[in-house]
């Protein structure tokens, strides 16, 4: 699985799921762009991966901002040269039932989870057209497939990185780009750290496998589709849930 000498960019990258994504290509040897919100975060994740020997340094922007994501993209080529993997991970939740939803929570969370991955999607796609390969995940979820009362911003965004995954797919392809979609179940973060402990068990019930995912758990998958051994394998999602979709 060597990454040696490829460039990752990894949104949402300073803590959760990206950073565990970040982990896993790091093992592989790859240098690490972590892109996130979160200054002083996504500075410490960079510095204790640069403390491991590993090539990372961080970089502020907020995805649902193209005029940002641009930026970023030129701050992360003008740094490194190049962007030949690039993971959509950053999401955030504002549940809340339909007829109690606010405006502003349905279009933060279509802003960045939604939104976000197109602009980052549509930077990257420049530079991985012009060197003829590239890989792009996309952090789903098992909600855009399944639905989740409470979650009608969260499920259609996700949804929509589905609908926007098979697109891009096609659209990259002829280049040797590929784009796949990783749709996670219940996986143990700080974001599933807001659950009540009655969303949380209802979760248990559901999942064959009786756990709750790993960020690690995650990572290895993304990994696994950033490889040369997914080479052929492009418009897909993966499903990482211990069975809670089949
Ligand atoms: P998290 O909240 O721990 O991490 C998300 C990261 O994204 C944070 O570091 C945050 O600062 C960053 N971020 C948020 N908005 C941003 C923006 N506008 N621009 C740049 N960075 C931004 O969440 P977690 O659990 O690690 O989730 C990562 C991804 O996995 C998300 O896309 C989430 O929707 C997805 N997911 C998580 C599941 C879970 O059970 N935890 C299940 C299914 C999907």
């Known amino acids: 699985m060597g990454f040696e000498g490829k460039v990752a960019l990894i949104t949402g990258g300073a803590r959760g ?3 565990a994504i ?28 640069r403390s491991r020997g590993v090539t990372a340094e ?20 003008a740094r490194f040269g190049k962007v030949d993997i690039l993971v959509n991970n950053a999401g955030i939740t504002r549940d809340n039932l339909i007829m ?7 279009d933060a969370v279509i802003a960045v989870n ?23 995940v996309n952090i789903a979820s098992v909600v855009g497939v ?13 949804a929509g990185v589905i609908g926007l995954t098979k697109t891009a797919a096609k659209e990259l392809a002829s280049r040797g780009i590929t784009v796949n979609a990783v749709a996670p179940g219940y996986i143990q973060t700080d974001m ?11 979760f248990l019930t559901v999942i064959p496998l009786a756990r709750a995912g790993t960020p690690a758990d995650v990572a290895r998958a993304v990994r ?11 418009g897909q999602v993966l499903h990482v849930d211990g069975g809670m979709v089949m």
């Open 224 to 234: 696994f589709l950033c490889s040369d051994d997914a080479a052929y394998i492009t």
């Open 192 to 202: 599933t750290g807001k659950l009540t402990d009655a969303a949380r068990e209802a």
């Open 100 to 106: 109690r939803m606010k405006e502003e929570e349905w």
């Open 58 to 77: 961080a970089f502020v922007a907020n995805v649902a901002n193209l005029a940002d994501v641009e930026r970023l993209f030129d701050e992360v080529i």
């Open 146 to 158: 399944m639905g989740n009362a409470g979650q009608a911003n969260y499920s259609a965004s996700k």
């Open 114 to 136: 939604l939104k976000g991955t197109f602009n980052c999607i549509k930077a990257a796609s420049r530079p991985m057209l012009k060197a003829r390969a590239g890989r792009i």
């Open 17 to 19: 799921i990206g950073r």
């Open 22 to 49: 970040a982990d896993e290509l790091a093992a592989g040897s790859a240098t690490l762009a972590i892109v996130d919100v979160l200054k002083d975060v996504a500075e410490a994740t960079a510095a204790d991966f």
